[in-house]
């Protein structure tokens, strides 16, 4: 069966569970632009001046929700088709566009969480003195929020005086 993966490996969330998520993001109108989004996170991403609290407070460094529509377009495509009534040709002409949903809204959350996840590591190692490899470690072994690891690290950890901290592009202060 050539769509077997819809069935199988792909599919790592049940539909409520999907649906349960994206229930907290808020629907989108059709736009032929960005026609395969069907969900948007709402969230506008504060500077990179702003302060590393309020950006977690906001969701700046949130899981995107590009995932779970990637999961909804591939229940949708199973509810489509039935995989041992239609042969190659039809499954192919019956699930196309929920296909190529499927495949931009991975590559949309690929490129999303990794300029999400660069952004975290950059912000962190600029307020904290902490190296990359050691701040990968600890949130790969962190088991609570992302707030919380910002309130262990103002404890724990020394904030980078702002004389060491990258320098602001633009005219200097007068003196």
Known sequence: MPFSFIKESALRHDRNIVDKSLSRY???????????????DNVKPLSKRALLKDRIING???????????????HQAKDKVNLNKHNHSDQLEILS?????YKRLIDDYNKEDN????????AFTNHFTI???????????????LLSYYTHC?????????????SKRGRPRKK
């Open 131 to 145: 190296t990359r490899n050691e701040l990968i470690e600890e949130l790969c072994n962190w088991s609570e929020d």
């Open 154 to 166: 103002t404890k724990f950890k020394g904030e980078t005086p702002l004389s060491t901290r990258k």
């Open 26 to 40: 808020q629907p989108l109108n059709y736009n032929r632009f960005m026609w395969w989004r069907t969900h948007t």
């Open 115 to 122: 300029e999400r996840l660069e952004a975290l590591y950059e």
């Open 60 to 74: 700046d460094f949130n899981e995107s929700s590009y995932f779970m529509q990637a999961q909804l377009a591939l």
């Open 97 to 101: 566009v929920d296909l190529a949903r």
